[in-house]
């Protein structure tokens, strides 16, 4: 059974410092996803990774694959207060545990 | 982009009520859909996938009879909660692949609540 594991669950960060998330998979998968849920709301896309080696940057968070190692990252740089959310990472349709992501002043 | 259109948004009804939450491809067809369900303050669990014109396959431990999906057309796919239980609350979200090829469109989400 595939398993999704992310670390850490929660993260309290201070504005302007740097961090990343992992996201450990238990089978073979040509793609990985992250996204970003707000409070109360929905999913929203932030990246698709297809390959190994595979690295997505959108403003401050930049995605990377290694599929040797089953592990994907998600690193947050420089981090203002709009990052604070939670993150979830997903191969095929399961889902990690999600990263509760808050940023402070 | 590609949009997919969650209804309600909130939903509260009595205990051993149905609940029907439709999720529609606004501009695109959409041969699969997905159900998810997600608690307060935990991630998402996959329920069900939804085929056109065919039975949905449902992951272990959904009951079927209770959590009845139709997905009669291309655009359009329904979850009813049969005999709604306040265990049954929780945020359901459906999500729909626009092009196929893997990349997911999720709707807004719909909140139930049963009392």
């Known amino acids: 059974e595939l398993k999704v594991e992310q670390n850490p669950l929660f993260l309290s960060m201070q504005e302007g410092k740097n961090y990343t998330i992992y996201c450990n998979y238990s089978?073979?998968?040509?793609?990985l996803y992250w996204y970003r849920q707000d409070p109360g709301k929905s999913l929203e896309s932030l990246f698709v990774?297809?390959?190994?080696?595979a690295v997505k940057q959108e403003g401050r968070l930049m995605a990377s694959l290694d599929t040797k190692a089953r592990l994907s990252t998600l690193h947050i740089t420089a981090a203002v207060h709009d990052l604070s959310a939670t993150y979830f990472c997903?191969?095929?349709?399961?889902f990690g545990a999600g990263t509760r992501l808050t940023v402070k002043p | 982009g590609a949009v997919v259109s969650q209804h309600p948004s909130r939903v509260i009804c009595k205990s051993g009520t149905s609940v029907k939450i439709e999720c529609r491809s606004l501009?695109?067809?959409?041969?699969?859909m997905f159900w998810y369900r997600q608690f307060p303050k935990q991630s998402l669990m996959l329920m069900a996938t939804?085929?056109?014109?065919?039975?949905?396959?449902?992951e272990q431990g959904v009951e079927k009879d209770k959590f009845l999906i139709n997905h009669a057309s291309l655009t359009l796919s329904t979850l009813t909660v049969t005999s709604a239980h306040p265990e049954d609350s929780s945020f359901y979200i459906c999500s729909a692949d626009p092009q196929g090829v893997g990349g997911y469109t999720f709707g807004s989400g719909t909140r139930l609540t049963v009392v």
């Open positions: 990774l297809l390959s190994n080696g």
């Open positions: 997903a191969v095929t349709m399961r």
């Open positions: 501009d695109f067809q959409a041969t699969t």
């Open positions: 089978t073979t998968s040509d793609r």
């Open positions: 939804s085929n056109e014109g065919s039975k949905a396959t449902y």
